[in-house]
């Protein structure tokens, strides 16, 4: 018996040490980005790409944290959506970002905590992406706050503070939006927009 629970605090172990490391990597890596951007040397490769694919890899990449912290995630969309010029790693990116986010910000013990992804058209020219979650919401005093620089409406949940900042300047670069409304102890919805022709995207 003694041995068994051993072998679990083992695994436990593992997995802490393995999530803390892979949480600072991902701090680093925000802060090298936002240095990027701050000295215009943030760029994109562009290139004709299938969204749903880079959305759809980065859910699955959160499927077991999800399960493990009690999150249901769904996600809808259509078979096909029309392709688009972009950055598909740099959008990758922000969808990982959006969605650790909604399941940092809504898991509870408490209560199942839902995360609902929609993609689809939203008019001839633009496609929209929304990822909504049931967590603890932004305080109205705070939104408007929410994408400026080591700014954390939520001061006890670890992070650079700077995802978000980053995640709107590389769809900004995209020449799309990135909009978050929110209801605090409702949840918070983020809808990214994205054209779906080049709009002068090239090579930045």
């Known amino acids: 018996i003694n041995a068994g629970n051993d072998e679990e605090t083992t695994r436990k172990g593992i997995r802490v040490i393995v999530s803390e490391t892979e949480r600072l990597s991902q701090m680093v890596e925000e802060l090298l980005d936002f240095s990027r951007i701050q000295n215009g040397k943030f760029t994109l490769q562009i290139s004709k790409i299938d969204i749903l694919a880079e959305l759809e890899d980065a859910i699955l990449i959160y499927t077991e944290k999800a399960r ?120 918070t919805t983020v809808q990214i927009i994205l054209p779906t022709e080049d709009s002068g995207l090239t090579d930045m």
């Open 68 to 187: 493990h912290d009690n999150t249901h995630i769904s996600y809808n969309s259509p078979e096909m959506l029309p392709f688009i010029y972009g950055d598909k790693n740099r959008l990758r990116q922000v969808f990982i970002n959006i969605i650790d986010n909604a399941i940092k910000y809504s898991s509870s013990p408490d209560h199942e905590s839902f995360i609902e992804i929609n993609a689809g058209q939203l008019d001839e020219n633009h496609l929209s992406i929304t990822v909504k979650d049931n967590g603890c919401g932004i305080p109205a005093a705070d939104l408007p706050k929410i994408k400026t620089k080591f700014y954390k409406a939520n001061h006890t949940k670890r992070g650079s503070g700077i995802g978000l900042a980053v995640a709107d300047e590389i769809i900004t670069m995209h020449h799309g939006s990135l909009n978050i409304t929110s209801e605090e102890h409702v949840g």
